[in-house]
């Protein structure tokens, strides 16, 4: 179970906290848990997410089960930057979709005292590290890798299976692109795609 640092109050700096995990896995529906905890808190928030994610709503970060919380589509990066400033806790979902700037906005924001909470992909549906993510995981002071449930072996999950046949590296998604699967299903899943 995760707990916020509340050790040293002095210390001026923030920090970094990465929720990752396969499709289907509950890290939208943390990071919404955590920052719904630091509005109760009256703790100052800011919610970002990539402009391309449009799967459940525009404005809205909306995990599988439809919980939501209001959010600020931007194009890059950079973006967040510029609009996180005077915030006490900045959320940003879908961490995989952003630039390589994604890490640097982070660890400023947190260095200006600034509890930056990071949701995303930790591998893409090749089972490749995705995007950013390696590098936010590595800075970061908390990491949480959540698991899905395999649809096949009933065993902890953390590959996102794409189900059809594009091989675009970025696809949104659902339940009838995206399954989750252990290793060894993903594996002979893959191995049966080869095949084929």
């Known amino acids: 179970m995760f707990l916020e640092n509340t050790v040293n109050h002095k210390e001026q700096f923030g920090w970094i906290e990465v929720i990752c995990g396969s499709m289907f896995s509950g ?17 100052k928030i800011e919610i970002f997410k990539p402009d391309v994610d449009t799967r459940y709503h525009q404005d809205m970060v909306v995990s599988h089960d439809a919980n939501e919380i209001r959010s600020t589509p931007v194009p890059a990066a950079a ?37 930056v909470i990071v949701a995303g992909l930790d591998m893409d549906f090749k089972g490749n590290p995705f995007g950013p993510m ?33 091989d675009k590296l970025v696809l949104l998604g659902e339940t009838e692109e995206y399954e989750p699967l252990s290793r060894a299903a993903y594996f002979d899943a893959m191995q049966k795609n080869q095949e084929e």
């Open 79 to 115: 973006n967040i930057a510029i609009l996180a400033q005077g915030c006490d806790v900045v959320g940003i979902d879908e961490a995989q979709f952003f630039d390589d700037e994604i890490v640097r906005v982070c660890n400023d924001l947190a260095n200006q005292g600034i509890r």
């Open 27 to 43: 890290k939208t529906e943390e990071l919404i848990r955590r920052l719904k905890r630091a509005q109760f808190a009256k703790q």
């Open 134 to 166: 390696p590098a936010l995981m590595a800075t970061a002071e908390y990491v949480t890798k959540v698991h899905a449930v395999c649809t096949r072996t009933g065993n902890l999950a953390h590959y996102s299976f794409r189900k059809t046949a594009n």
